[in-house]
Every structure is written in structure tokens, then in C-alpha cells.
């Protein structure tokens, strides 16, 4: 099974994927083919958001700004 088949039972889910640049646990490249994979399944609400900054994996913990922005953008 592909990701795009495993990924088929949220095509009707309002998915928000956020990478960050300076992730190297979840890399964006990762980020972008999962996003990339849900819009394949037939999911047609897909926002893909590429966060900057230095932190890492901790952008989620330490980037309020901006994590909340996206999430904010997302569920208006």
C-alpha cells in the first residue's frame, strides 16, 4: 500500500500539515509528501505551511507567532 492509499480515510478531513526548515526529525520534504500524498488520496482541503526559524523541532514549543498564525488561518 502506498501513502496516498493510507491516507484515503481522511480525504473528507480539513488537514493543516506544518513543516519547519530547520527540522531534521521531521524533515519538509517529509511534510510536503505527506501533504502532497492526502491531496493524491482525494483530500481537497490540504494547507501545507513551512514555518522558518532556527529551533528545530522545538519551532511548535518556542515560534507562538507563528505556529498560532497558521493554525489561526487555518480553522477561519
Do not use: C
Not at 532556527?54 to 498560532?68: A, C, E, M, P, R
Request: glycine share 12%; hydrophobic share 40%; net charge negative.
Amino acid at each position: 500500500m502506498d501513502l496516498a492509499q493510507g491516507l484515503r480515510p481522511l480525504k473528507n478531513t480539513p488537514t493543516l500539515i506544518l513543516g519547519v526548515q530547520s527540522d531534521f526529525l521531521f524533515p519538509v520534504e517529509q511534510q510536503r509528501e505527506v501533504a502532497d500524498a492526502l491531496k493524491m488520496s482525494g483530500n481537497k482541503d490540504v494547507v501545507y505551511y513551512e514555518l522558518g526559524g532556527v529551533w528545530g523541532h522545538d519551532t511548535f514549543l518556542i515560534d507562538v507567532q507563528n505556529v498560532g498564525g497558521a493554525i489561526r488561518g487555518f480553522l477561519s
